[in-house]
């Protein structure tokens, strides 16, 4: 059985930092894509960065490019999100996503979630 | 980016009706939409990928159709279970993937 499993959250001041981390089992880390998609209170789905098997490919929406970092480590079967400069428009609940892609010229759909990790940022 | 416009915002029916909500790209994507299913307090599902392609283990209720630039999805017969909210998500480039603003679908 797949399973996504966040960690790190929490409350920060603006301005800080926080690293979310997504332990993994159930299946070949590997050889799939790997993401986060965050969720603010009451509103819709927003995705927020990609990163390819191997790590060397990274994508972010407009908002977080600059500030926050996606990493993985195959070995551990883990992804991280390093978030920097966090501002309240940050706030959401952060979901530690596997990536499938049936073609490389597409992009990727998310066929499995974690249970979701809090980030509250607030003076 | 590419936008997703999704319509309605929420319905509500009776249960075994024909529920129907539809997205709209703001350019060509090809095949390359999802939908998927929030229960409340629950991460979101995936349901039907590549336009029309249901996830191993959905119901057969659930399907997707549609290409380009217009799509829709359909439950054939509303049960209990369904009342979520519902998502579509744009795929086409590796980059700037978008999700519409959502559909809660509610008994009537």
């Known amino acids: 059985e797949v399973q996504l499993m966040e960690s790190g959250g929490g409350l920060v001041q603006p301005g800080g930092s926080l690293r979310l981390s997504c332990a993994t089992s159930g299946f070949t880390f590997s050889m799939f894509w790997m993401g986060w998609v965050r969720q603010s209170p009451g509103k819709g789905l927003e995705w927020v960065a990609n990163i390819e098997k191997g790590g060397r490919e990274k994508y972010y929406v407009d908002s977080v490019k600059g500030r926050f970092t996606i990493s993985r480590d195959n070995a551990k079967k883990s992804l991280d999100l390093q978030m920097d400069s966090l501002g309240v428009e940050d706030t959401a609940v952060y979901y530690c996503?596997?990536?499938?892609?049936?073609?490389?010229?597409?992009?990727?759909?998310?066929?499995?979630w974690g249970q979701g990790n809090l980030v509250s940022v607030s003076s | 980016d590419i936008q997703m416009t999704q319509s309605p915002s929420s319905l509500s029916a009776s249960v075994g009706d024909r529920v129907t909500i539809t997205c709209q790209a703001s350019q060509d994507i090809g095949k390359y939409l999802s939908w998927y299913q929030q229960s409340a307090g629950r991460a979101p599902k995936l349901l039907i990928y590549?336009?029309?392609v249901l996830e191993t283990g959905v119901p057969s209720r659930f399907s997707g159709s549609g290409s380009g630039t217009f799509f829709t999805f359909t439950i054939s017969s509303l049960q209990p279970e369904d009342v979520a909210t519902y998502y579509c998500?744009?795929?086409?480039?590796?980059?700037?993937?978008?999700f519409g603003g959502g559909t809660k679908v509610e008994i009537k």
């Open positions: 998500q744009q795929y086409d480039k590796i980059n700037g993937l978008t």
């Open positions: 590549d336009a029309s």
């Open positions: 996503v596997r990536g499938f892609r049936d073609s490389d010229s597409s992009g990727v759909t998310f066929d499995h």
